[in-house]
């Protein structure tokens, strides 16, 4: 269902998730910039000690240094 690299608000994926592909793909954003500039916006990111606690891990976008 998902690409291999989707962008996506944790929380708005959780909301929408139970109501079909169709509605995953309305809150899928085009880029990581976009997917930032709208968390920042809305101002409801999803923290990371929560995204821990509900076992998520797999979500979160993997940063390699």
């Not at 690299?5 to 809150?27: K, M, P, S, T, W």
């Amino acid at each position: 269902m998902l690409k291999s690299r989707a962008f996506l608000n944790i929380r708005e994926y959780l909301a929408v998730r139970d109501q079909g592909h169709a509605a995953v793909q309305r809150v899928m954003h085009p880029s990581r910039n976009a997917l930032i500039k709208d968390i920042r916006a809305k101002r409801n990111p999803a923290s990371l000690k929560w995204v821990k606690q509900n076992g998520l891990q797999v979500l979160l976008v993997s940063c390699y240094h």
